[in-house]
């Protein structure tokens, strides 16, 4: 050991901790917002997160603290979430408030925490970590960008409807929003569950994460966010989540929108738009400052996106990804790749598919040309030559194909690495990794 590591020690949090890691993440995290003054909302999130936060321990925290004194100086949370696609359960940790206090900066504190957390997802049988943050930062430590996060256009205060021309709040029969209490978080937790089931990567929030949400925070939370229910008469037929206040841009941010009939949408977006003017404007009244825009934190073809008033287009940005053993989060997919070849009237003709990432493989084994186990074997010595290897790609490669961020001609157009066999397992894998849009609204 180094004279610098043993200056530190990594360990968990403790519950104890509470006050010392919302002091060091208030003064860290967000300083541009607070010209250098410690961040309050931080410091309430910190101590929500450590004091009765529905899925968060203090264990949830990896802490570096300076054995010279025993206070932290460095710290993250690994989140725990459960993701779902098509009905099949992905354990996520999403990692938050990674910060190093200014005088301990440089003694690559944040790689030991990252190690750690590794470790521990490794340990815990959790197969994705993902942060959003530093440009470029996260690449070092193992991370891509993995997920579409944003890109949905910003719409102008000005293009919103203004409430009342044809659909008065609470009107019979129509569709409209109101902000949701503790009581809906039943009907909340089953639009939910019924989302888990569908074609997009969501992360489902049962009734008590629903409270948590539209109660259970502590007012100054930065993670705090308004919930309203889309409902026509009694019924609760879906979902709106936005920030509680305006940004210093006059902007109101969606983070989530959800509708639990399809065929709703068209009439929900124009509900939702509604609320969201009357919302925006009451902040903006209420802060005295002025409301230019709602800020859609969804992916470009979000219905409530595609079903708005026109914005200003945005690049879509992306979370970090990564994983451990990207076989293992093949083989949690097994399911939907077997239902998506089985949708496609697909069947394997041998009984064995051979997937190699330099060094490891996953070999996709078949009965009666049905997916019936994924299995992690040792990587071919030259893949390329390897008469039992159907393709071969890099391991982030499969990551992205595995979480539908980049399709297989995408991933074949960026990555001269990616080699296949032949047309059949070309065509069998552009089926099996179909694009997936990231609708996720992670747990913090
Ligand atoms: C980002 C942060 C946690 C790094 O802390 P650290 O413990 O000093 O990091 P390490 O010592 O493990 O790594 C240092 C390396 O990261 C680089 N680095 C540190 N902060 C960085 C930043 N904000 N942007 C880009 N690179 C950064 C250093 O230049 C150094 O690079 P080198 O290896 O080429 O010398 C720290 O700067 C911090 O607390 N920043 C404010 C809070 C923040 O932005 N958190 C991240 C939110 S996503």
Same mark, same amino acid.
């Given at each position: 050991?180094?004279?610098?590591?043993?200056?530190?020690? !990594?360990?968990?949090?403790?519950? @104890?901790?509470?006050?010392?890691?919302?002091?060091?993440?208030?003064?860290?995290?967000?300083?541009?917002?607070?010209?250098?003054?410690?961040?309050?909302?931080?410091?309430?999130?910190?101590?929500?997160?450590?004091?009765?936060?529905?899925? !968060?321990?203090?264990?949830?925290?990896?802490?570096?603290?300076?054995?010279?004194?025993?206070?932290?100086?460095?710290?993250?949370?690994?989140?725990?979430q459960?993701?779902?696609?098509?009905?099949?359960?992905?354990? !996520?940790?999403?990692?938050?408030?990674?910060?190093?206090?200014?005088?301990?900066?440089?003694?690559?504190? =944040?790689? +030991?925490? #990252?190690?750690?957390?590794?470790?521990? @997802?490794?340990?815990?049988?959790?197969?994705?970590?993902?942060?959003?943050?530093?440009?470029? #930062?996260?690449?070092?430590?193992?991370?891509?960008?993995? *997920?579409?996060?944003?890109?949905?256009?910003?719409?102008?205060?000005?293009?919103?409807?203004?409430?009342?021309?044809?659909?008065?709040?609470?009107? /019979?029969?129509?569709?409209?929003?109101?902000?949701? =209490?503790?009581?809906?978080?039943?009907?909340?937790?089953?639009?939910?569950?019924? *989302?888990?089931g569908?074609?997009?990567?969501?992360?489902?929030?049962?009734?008590?994460?629903?409270?948590?949400?539209?109660?259970?925070r +502590?007012?100054?939370?930065?993670?705090?966010?308004?919930?309203?229910?889309? !409902?026509?008469?009694?019924?609760?037929?879906?979902?709106?989540?936005?920030?509680v206040?305006?940004?210093?841009a006059?902007?109101?941010?969606?983070?989530?929108?959800? @509708?639990?009939?399809?065929?709703?949408?068209? /009439?929900?977006?124009?509900?939702?738009?509604?609320? *969201?003017?009357?919302?925006?404007?009451?902040?903006?009244?209420?802060?005295?400052?002025?409301?230019?825009?709602?800020?859609?934190?969804?992916?470009?073809?979000?219905?409530?996106?595609?079903?708005?008033?026109?914005?200003v287009?945005?690049?879509?940005?992306?979370?970090?990804?990564?994983?451990?053993?990207?076989?293992?989060?093949?083989?949690?997919?097994?399911?939907?790749?077997?239902?998506?070849?089985?949708?496609?009237?697909?069947?394997?003709?041998?009984?064995?598919?051979?997937?190699?990432?330099y060094? +490891?493989?996953?070999?996709?084994? #078949?009965?009666?040309?049905?997916?019936?186990? %994924?299995?992690?074997?040792?990587?071919? %010595?030259s893949?390329?030559?390897?008469?039992?290897?159907?393709?071969?790609?890099?391991?982030?490669?499969?990551?992205?194909?595995?979480?539908?961020h +980049?399709?297989?001609?995408?991933?074949?157009?960026?990555?001269?690495?990616?080699?296949?066999?032949?047309?059949?397992?070309?065509? #069998?894998? =552009?089926?099996?990794?179909?694009? %997936?849009?990231?609708?996720?609204?992670?747990?913090?």
């Amino acid at each position: 050991m180094t004279e610098e590591s043993e200056r530190y020690l !990594v360990r968990p949090g403790r519950a @104890c901790d509470a006050i010392e890691l919302a002091r060091l993440q208030a003064s860290v995290q967000l300083q541009a917002a607070t010209d250098g003054q410690p961040h309050p909302g931080i410091a309430a999130w910190v101590e929500d997160l450590l004091d009765g936060h529905p899925s !968060v321990v203090p264990d949830d925290f990896l802490v570096a603290e300076d054995s010279t004194t025993g206070r932290p100086v460095a710290s993250l949370v690994g989140l725990r979430q459960d993701w779902s696609l098509a009905g099949v359960r992905l354990p !996520v940790v999403q990692v938050e408030l990674v910060g190093t206090a200014l005088e301990h900066r440089g003694n690559r504190l =944040t790689d +030991r925490l #990252f190690a750690a957390l590794h470790q521990r @997802c490794a340990a815990d049988g959790v197969p994705v970590q993902m942060i959003e943050g530093i440009p470029y #930062f996260y690449r070092r430590l193992g991370y891509d960008y993995a *997920l579409a996060n944003d890109g949905a256009p910003t719409v102008p205060a000005t293009a919103l409807p203004a409430r009342g021309h044809d659909l008065p709040e609470g009107s /019979r029969g129509s569709l409209t929003v109101r902000p949701a =209490t503790i009581a809906d978080a039943d009907d909340l937790a089953d639009i939910d569950r019924r *989302l888990a089931g569908g074609d997009a990567l969501i992360c489902p929030r049962n009734a008590e994460a629903w409270r948590y949400e539209i109660a259970g925070r +502590r007012p100054a939370d930065q993670a705090r966010r308004a919930v309203a229910v889309l !409902v026509h008469d009694a019924d609760v037929r879906g979902y709106l989540v936005h920030t509680v206040r305006l940004s210093t841009a006059g902007e109101l941010t969606v983070v989530a929108a959800a @509708c639990n009939r399809p065929a709703d949408w068209p /009439r929900a977006a124009a509900a939702m738009h509604t609320h *969201l003017g009357h919302t925006g404007r009451q902040y903006a009244a209420s802060a005295g400052q002025p409301f230019a825009a709602v800020r859609l934190l969804l992916d470009q073809q979000h219905p409530l996106a595609r079903l708005g008033p026109p914005g200003v287009p945005r690049r879509p940005r992306g979370w970090y990804v990564r994983t451990g053993d990207p076989v293992d989060l093949l083989a949690r997919l097994l399911p939907v790749l077997r239902d998506r070849w089985l949708a496609a009237d697909l069947r394997w003709h041998e009984p064995a598919l051979t997937i190699d990432i330099y060094g +490891r493989a996953a070999r996709l084994e #078949f009965t009666n040309g049905e997916l019936t186990a %994924v299995m992690a074997r040792r990587g071919a %010595v030259s893949p390329s030559t390897d008469p039992h290897t159907h393709a071969a790609m890099p391991p982030g490669a499969l990551l992205q194909l595995t979480l539908g961020h +980049r399709t297989l001609p995408e991933v074949l157009d960026i990555w001269p690495d990616c080699l296949l066999g032949d047309r059949l397992t070309e065509h #069998f894998l =552009t089926v099996a990794f179909p694009r %997936v849009p990231a609708r996720i609204w992670p747990r913090n």
